[in-house]
């Protein structure tokens, strides 16, 4: 079995650059590649065994300093996805409704709020408003991360560039 190549001083600042921001052109363009050739070597690099090493490593590292898990961010979005108000809130006997007391929500109740404002009525009563964190993002976050989402066009395995131009606006479908 033949001995991995270490890397070179390009590939390390590939891999720097591509931890801090996962772009494989602006990675390989912060490593010195050319911008003629930076989306094409960005690519390659990607592909390069020892570079997927040293950027996973790089990611475990992290991992394990922070202390932030992807099971730690998925749980979060779905305490955020599946919040719902009636956990916040309580119908009272004459059909009022009132914010329930902040002490008896669970801790993943209370991440879910971004914000509680008070303020005064007419009557010079007190009133409360909650505000959640945006369900709808968290749930396309997640939707996203399980892959439920495509931006594919479907070229039904038989469309000619021109059809295809065309679809997209850009040419003149002739």
């Known amino acids: 079995m033949a ?18 921001n996962p772009n494989a052109t602006k990675a390989a363009l912060k490593a010195g590649y ?3 050739t930076a989306y094409s070597q960005g690519q390659r690099l ?21 202390e932030i898990t992807a099971d730690i961010i998925l749980t979060e979005l ?9 956990d916040f809130i309580r119908q009272n006997r004459d059909k009022s409704i009132t914010l329930k007391q902040l002490q008896s929500l669970t ?8 914000e509680i404002s008070e303020y005064k009525t007419e009557a010079g009563g007190r009133k ?3 505000k959640l964190w945006d369900k709808l993002k968290a749930l396309e976050m997640l939707g996203k991360h399980k892959k439920l ?10 469309a000619d560039l021109l059809e295809v131009l065309s679809r997209l606006g850009g040419g003149n479908g002739r």
């Open 46 to 66: 990607l592909k390069n065994a020892e570079i997927k090493k040293d950027i996973a490593k790089r990611l475990k590292s992290q991992e394990k300093r922070t």
């Open 149 to 158: 989402f495509t931006d594919l066009l479907d070229l039904g395995g038989r």
């Open 3 to 20: 001995k991995a190549k270490p890397l070179s001083d390009k590939q390390k600042k590939f891999c720097c650059a591509y931890f801090k």
């Open 78 to 86: 779905g305490r955020l996805a599946f919040s719902q108000l009636p």
């Open 34 to 36: 050319s911008t003629r």
């Open 128 to 130: 409360f408003k909650i």
């Open 107 to 114: 801790p993943d109740q209370k991440a879910c709020i971004a």
